[in-house]
């Protein structure tokens, strides 16, 4: 008879395993992400076991009552095909059954198996490279976006009331705990811009990447209340962080692709958003990058 799952909540000796695992899959993890992400909802990600050995994870996280999303659903290449990846989904699915609405994001090619479990397409979601090359730098990124009554803040000038309250109006669901937790992180460097009443207008965070072959950066969330803003923030984050540097951009945000294009990135991914349930009616219209494709 062959052995089976044994499915246990991530310890911090598995953080560097599964991070290598996401690495491999061409994920690009961040710097203290997984940590983040079991500290975000400390029952919502898991490693399977199998007779002593960790084959697979995936994360269900809870971010309140009504929402949650699936991420970081991964089995290693040895192990696939034998129905472990359906015990890790059928775990996850299990946890947040009792939201009214569960988001993930599809590689293309899986989006027939989770349309199966009840899952709804809603908008395509691309991964945008900038190359870091000296000549774009200077095509792209020399000139200054200013706009009258606010500044530019970083670090621990920026007042964390008024980013938790932009970033609730502006996501699925509010996440003061995931926030605190993914903008404090002392690896890479957040920027927001400010009004003089105290009052944000668009905030980014850069942090160091694994890429599958090297490293990189890359840039999430990126809220801006308009184009110029967003582009804005972009340029200060990127000026100081040479090299790769990676974004995901919600398709919801119909002036994203264009800024994108503009300022020299290229498109090198794309999944698809779905949701089981009510899907999250709030505009993602100012959301110019997503803060990691494994919380949404």
Known sequence: MAPSL?????QPDDISRVTQWARREGFSPGA???????????????????????????SGVRYNSNYGFIGLFMVIPERRGCGYGIA??????????????????????????????????SSLTTRWEWSGLESVLADNFN??????????????EIPDVAIQ??????????RPHFLSDWLGHPSGNVLALVDQNGFCHGFGRIRPCLLKHGEGWRIGPLLADSPQLAELLLKRLIKSHPGIV????PGCNPLAEAL???????????????????QPPTSMNEVYGLACLELG
């Open 143 to 156: 000139s200054e976006c200013k706009e009258e009554g606010l500044k530019l803040l970083g670090g621990d």
């Open 246 to 249: 990676l974004l995901d951009s």
């Open 260 to 278: 994108f294009e503009d300022l020299g990135f290229r498109p090198v991914s794309q999944t698809l958003r779905m949701y089981r349930g009510e």
């Open 165 to 174: 309250s932009y970033d609730a109006k502006r996501e699925p669901s509010p």
């Open 6 to 10: 044994e499915i246990k909540p991530l």
């Open 32 to 58: 203290g992400d997984v940590d983040i992400y079991r500290h975000t909802d400390r029952q919502g990600i898991w490693v399977g076991w199998l007779s002593g050995e960790p084959i697979g994870c995936i």
């Open 88 to 121: 890790l989904w059928k775990h996850a699915l299990s946890h947040l059954s009792s939201l009214s609405c569960i988001g993930l994001e599809a590689a293309l090619d899986r989006v027939n198996d989770y349309a199966s479990w009840g899952f709804v397409s």
